[in-house]
């Protein structure tokens, strides 16, 4: 899909869209951009796929984030933009995840059902806290392939035999890491590190809820999502086998058939 530019009132994000019906926003990894929901295009035939690069990130312009918060505003004000009335389904991976959790909290008319992938509720410690300093630090100093050459190896499972389908994958995340402005990671970290525990909020999310997390996640483990199931009021978890942090572009064909399934079982919409 090719992106296009949608004004918002304070910044102007690159978008992918395509299809029609149910409403399905797709929000992207750090420190990535749409492109990494490439492997799910062929949802469009059955809703409408909207797939943003958040701001700063990709072909979107201005500064980065200020905080997760901001984020989650953005994705709602570009629904209004794309005159998307009725209620989406939210679904995020890693800090989409953050992104999605806040919308369902902040905006819950606006949501249908909410999707969680390789994600978690809690927010970071002291340590990793500090951790996204030192690497926003680094990055400031050496730029972008700092943060890919750390990144990519715990994005996915560990290695296995050389597989065509991994290499591929840590291509693509290398050129994405590499595209991204250095000023926009050093302020997603910022809001990565700011971003508060939704331990309490998302009990008060009574959208249905899928919670999709790969079984050799060594970022946000199974438990992440396990603990979020046990607080969500209609959420459903599913392990993924064979994958890491990188559910979407790790196992494309079991993520969208599963995503699939959740979708057509979501209840009627009430009026």
Known sequence: ?????????DTTLAVRTRGSGLPLLLLHAFPLDGRMWAAQEPL????????????????????GPASIEQLADDAVA???????????????????????????????????AVVLVDTKLEADTPEARAARSDLAGQVRRLG????????VPRLLRPPQPPEPHRIAIEESL???IRSQPVET??????????????????????APALLVVG?????????CLRRAEAIMPAARLLVVPLAGHMVPLEAPAAFNAALLEFLRGLPARRG
């Open 1 to 9: 899909m090719l992106a296009h530019p949608v004004a918002l009132p």
């Open 44 to 63: 469009a035939d059955h809703v409408r796929l909207i797939v943003p690069d958040m701001r700063g990130f990709g072909g979107s312009r201005g500064p």
């Open 78 to 112: 570009l629904l209004d933009a794309l005159h998307v009335r009725e209620p989406a389904v939210v679904c995020g991976c890693s800090l989409g995840g953050y992104v999605a959790q806040h919308v369902a909290v902040r905006h819950p008319d606006r949501v249908r």
């Open 144 to 151: 972008q392939e700092v943060v890919a050459k750390a990144m």
């Open 174 to 176: 290398h050129a994405m």
């Open 185 to 206: 990671i050093v302020a997603a970290l910022a809001a990565l590190a700011a971003r508060p525990d939704m331990s309490d909020a998302v009990r008060r999310v009574t």
């Open 215 to 223: 079984a050799e996640d060594a970022i946000t483990p199974p438990d």
